[in-house]
């Protein structure tokens, strides 16, 4: 067994072993697996982490975006070799099958090495003025210091997708990864310290909601970099309203779906069901809680997808043969049983029993079993309303695609929609009508690639996508007027004459 990490804060340079209060961290497959120990946050540290930030980013702005970027190569080569051992310690750490976590790596990876290409493209644009002697231009400039604030469910590749984009452009970070997650969060600023990031540019506090609040309090902070609820969303917008000088990028939870219309595919159509739903156990942000399915494909599409997923292979994570793995603690095992019972209150037909697995392989880890059940869509159903973060699974009737639309879009979420179809004006009529910010054919509603703008609306983002689109959050666009003329001349035909 490898032994446990010895956590730490990185601030300005510098590794802090915990002075105070500290959290563990274990391996949701086997309890009695410690990860590690690591220091529990607090203002302070939070505080310390903000002002090195702030005292480094003058010098880290002024330094060229192609030297900035080209660290961003030497990181490259690391995780490259690293990957292995990284997704080994992911699947530990998170309870990803290993193939989901080597695959989240080379996610990662290709946020890096986007990153580095960015460094010799074009950072704004050159513009024309209404007077020819004038050059005008929109010109990028970084905010100043961005808190990076993450979720468990992609440790590595999230935290880049926020990482990336801001340091490139200038901006210097202070990271707080989940606190299920820290081994992994330490191991990304590790490798950042390996690449030869200057001392400051990157900070790293460990904690819970105490240091992630404490970050966005500061007002030292004028870029909060957030991915997780969306209640804890919410509240960092509300205490960042009050603060000048502020901008968040938030991406929070959803209650995505496949809808699979009357011509689709039937085994494209389950596979897409299934993925969508069950990868990761459910717990994506994009995770499809619902599939709507057309009426006359009900009873033969229910039919097969419970075949399907009680073949699914559920078990240890380092074990690449398993589909999937357990849950990341105790309290999302308790969430998603009482969703289960509430949908039974609320009329759910029972097609798949899920359920704790507590056979002997199962017994000291978080498993839980897959729940699939039909239900009618109702104006008040709370069970495919909410997200449920879990093997957690609606079947919903529909039956034309202007009632598929209205029921894909009675929710507060927005955030991944996948149709299943062979009808190109199919397709398009729930590529207009449905509220989502990723949307996809004849695929699972899951599957991102960074170069693609990744965010959602309603409650599931707040219009700043993650990944390539982060670069609008990060930095602001200024204009940069030049006269060549050798007196002044204005615009709008405004009088320069002065008498
Ligand atoms: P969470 O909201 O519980 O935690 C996210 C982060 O916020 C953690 O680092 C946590 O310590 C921190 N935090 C908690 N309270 C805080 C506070 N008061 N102030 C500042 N920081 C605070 O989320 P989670 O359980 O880690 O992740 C699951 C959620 O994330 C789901 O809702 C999922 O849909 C969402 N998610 C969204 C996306 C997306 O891109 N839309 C991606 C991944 C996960």
């Known amino acids: 067994m ?57 010098s880290w702005r002024r330094r060229s975006r192609i030297l900035r970027a080209e660290l961003f190569d030497n990181l490259a080569q690391i995780v490259k070799c690293e990957t292995d051992k990284l997704a080994q310690l992911m699947a530990r750490e998170s309870g990803k099958v290993i193939t989901e976590c080597r695959a989240e790596v080379v996610e990662g990876l290709h946020m890096i090495q986007y990153v580095f290409g960015t460094g010799r493209m074009p950072m704004g644009d050159v513009l024309s003025s209404e007077i020819a002697e004038k050059d005008a231009f929109m010109r990028r400039k970084p905010w100043g210091v961005a808190a990076v604030i993450t979720p468990w469910n992609f440790p590595f590749a999230v935290p880049l997708w926020m990482l990336g984009p801001s340091l490139v452009e200038g901006n210097t970070v202070v990271f707080k990864p989940s606190e299920d997650t820290p081994a992994i969060g330490q191991r990304i600023v590790e490798l950042f310290e390996e690449a030869g990031f200057p001392p400051g ?12 609040e404490a970050l966005v309090r500061n007002t030292g902070v004028n870029c909060v970099l957030f991915t997780g609820s969306y209640e804890v969303g919410k509240h960092i917008a509300e205490i960042s309203a009050s603060i000048a000088d502020r901008i968040v990028a938030s991406e929070t ?6 809808i699979v219309c009357e011509d689709a595919k039937l085994d494209l159509a389950v596979t897409s069901g299934l993925i969508s739903a069950f990868k990761t156990s459910g717990q994506r942000c994009v995770s499809a809680g619902r599939i709507l399915v057309h009426e006359k494909l009900l009873n ?99 039956k034309d695609n202007e009632e598929a639309a209205r029921i894909y879009n009675d929710t507060e979420y927005g955030l991944s929609l996948a149709v299943i179809t062979e009808n190109y004006r199919t397709m398009r009529w729930f590529r207009d009508e449905c509220d989502y910010g990723m949307g996809y054919v004849n695929l699972p509603c899951i599957g ?20 390539a689109g982060l670069i609008e959050a990060v930095t602001h666009k200024t204009a940069w007027t030049v006269n060549h003329a050798e007196e002044v001349k204005m615009a709008q035909g405004l009088t320069t004459e002065v008498r």
């Open 300 to 398: 033969a599409y229910a039919e097969k997808l419970v075949a399907v997923t009680r073949r699914l292979r559920i078990g240890d994570p380092l074990d690449s043969n398993n589909f999937t793995g357990p849950l990341i603690n105790k309290s999302a095992v308790e969430k998603v049983e009482r969703y289960n019972a509430l949908a039974k209150e609320e009329g759910a037909e029972v097609l798949l029993q899920g359920g704790r697995m507590i056979e002997r392989q199962y017994a000291d880890g978080c498993f839980l079993s897959p729940h699939i059940y039909r239900i009618k869509h109702g104006p008040k159903t709370r069970c495919i309303r909410e997200e449920v973060f879990g093997p957690h699974l609606a079947l919903i009737p529909f």
């Open 253 to 258: 939870g959803s209650k995505s779906a496949v």
């Open 448 to 467: 991102a690639e960074v170069h693609l703008p990744f965010g959602g609306v309603k409650k599931s983002g707040n219009g700043h996508p993650s990944a």
């Open 201 to 212: 540019v990157i900070n790293l506090v460990h904690g819970e909601a105490q240091a992630g």
């Open 2 to 58: 490898t032994a446990p990490i010895n956590g730490r804060h990185y601030l300005a340079g510098q590794w802090h072993a915990a002075a105070g209060e500290t959290f563990a961290s274990t391996n949701p497959a086997r309890l009695s697996e410690a990860i590690g120990v690591f220091p529990l946050g607090t203002k302070a540290n939070a505080d310390e982490a903000v002002a090195a930030a702030r005292r480094v980013f003058p």
